[in-house]
């Protein structure tokens, strides 16, 4: 299967991306993750993708697109794969779609939309948490780490992503409904896009989205 995961942050596509792996071994590949290990290993992409985050506003296309596509060159045609926050924006599909077909590799077959209301989002993010050194996702109330304040993985610190701060949270949905909604009529259009309830909790999210894939004979 290759799909893509839509939904505005805190909808709980990098979550489901996880389980998708653990459970299904569905590799996967988050644009945040490669992002964040551009910061940290201070390339330039690295510097300007941090000044975008920190402001709460996507980081440029083309920054995105070179770093994502570098990642999937080595992936083969028979290989699964999800994409969480990637692509962004119209023109970051566009980009996806020609570069799988210039290599003759099979095309995105499913975007899965996790739909979810404001307020949801506030309360999810608010809640978020990140490991300091190998990057593990946490969150207080729904996935909260064994011992308060310390990575399960890792035993390093845990802290809020730059971008979770409520002081952008409002600007970062701002950004979504102006530049990533166009995607879903992208993806409409192809007659791939699909809908899965992002209000859930885990784990009856990820059974709704075990049913998606099962009905449209991915799994």
């Known amino acids: 299967m290759r799909l893509v995961f839509l939904g505005p942050p805190g909808a709980g596509k990098g979550t489901q991306a996880e389980l998708l792996l653990e459970r299904q071994g569905v590799m ?47 992936i083969g045609r028979g290989d699964s794969f999800v994409l969480d926050g990637f692509p962004r924006t119209e023109s970051q599909a566009r980009a996806l779609d020609s ?10 077959q499913l975007a899965v939309d996790f739909d979810i209301s404001p307020e949801k989002i506030i309360k999810r993010l608010a809640g978020r948490r990140i490991c300091k050194g190998c990057g593990a996702n946490y969150h207080l109330q729904n996935l909260p780490p064994k011992q308060p304040g310390l990575c399960d993985r890792c035993g390093q610190g845990l802290q809020t992503r730059p971008d979770d701060h409520l002081s952008t949270i ?28 992002g209000e859930l909790d885990i ?17």
């Open 170 to 197: 409002g600007n970062r949905l701002a950004v979504y409904h102006e530049e990533t909604e166009p995607l879903l009529s992208y993806y409409r259009a192809q007659k791939k896009l699909r809908m899965v309830p």
């Open 28 to 74: 996967f590949l988050a644009s945040g993750n490669i992002l964040r290990d551009a910061i940290r290993d201070g390339d330039p992409i690295g510097r300007e993708a941090a000044r975008c985050m920190e402001m709460g506003v996507l980081v440029p296309d083309e920054l995105v697109t070179d770093l994502i596509l570098k990642r999937l060159e080595p």
């Open 203 to 219: 784990e009856g999210q990820y059974q709704a989205l075990l049913a998606l894939l099962k009905t449209e004979h991915l799994l």
């Open 99 to 108: 570069w799988l077909a210039q290599r003759s590799q099979p095309p995105i």
